[in-house]
C-alpha cells in the first residue's frame, strides 16, 4: 500500500529555455500558460493461439518518442521567428534592424533545459542534450485576451550515445520523497 503525503503535491509552471544550435542563440520561451510531458512508446505484441484463443506471451518496444508541448504569451522577435520557421538579420532585437524572414529555417535543433519550479512544491531540471522545436497550431490573436502560440519540443537522441544518457537527466530537489509502496 503506497503511502500518500500531502507534502508531494505541488503547484506550479515550467520555465523552458532553448539553445538554438545553428543561429548559435538562447531564448528563454518566456511565459509559458500551459505545459505537458507527452511520452510516446509504441509496442509490437506477440500472441500464442490454442484452440483459437489468443493470448499475449510477449510485448516488446519497438520505438520511444518524448515531446514537450507548451504554450506561452510572452511573444518576442526570437519567439515569433522559432513559431514561424523564420531566419533573422541583423544583430540586436530592435524595431530599426531585425526583420524576420518567415518559413527560411529547417529543422531547428539544439539544446534545451526545462525548470519545474513553484514556491509551493518541488523544483526540478531536466537537462536535454539534442532537442527539435517545432510549432504546433496556431499563433492566437484576440481582443479579449493575450496573443498566444504553441510549439513542441521534442527530445531527441543525442548524438553522442556513448554517454550513457541519451534523453538527457532529470535533476530533483533532494526534498522530494520516494514513497513508499
Known sequence: MAVQSSENYTLGMAQLTFYDKVANTTWLIGNIVATSVAPEITFLDHFTV????????????TQKAVAINFTFDEIT???????????STGTNVSADNYRILPMEAGEIKGSASLLFESAYGRDWTWSIPSASFKPDGTFDFNAEDWMTA?????????????????????????SWSHGTM
Open 150 to 174: 504553441k510549439g513542441i519540443l521534442e527530445v531527441l537522441q543525442a548524438e553522442d550515445t556513448n554517454s550513457g544518457t541519451p534523453y538527457g537527466w532529470i535533476t530533483m530537489n533532494e
Open 77 to 87: 522577435a526570437t519567439s515569433l521567428r522559432h513559431f514561424l520557421l523564420g531566419t
Open 50 to 61: 490454442n484452440q483459437g484463443v489468443r493470448k499475449k506471451d510477449r510485448s516488446l518496444i
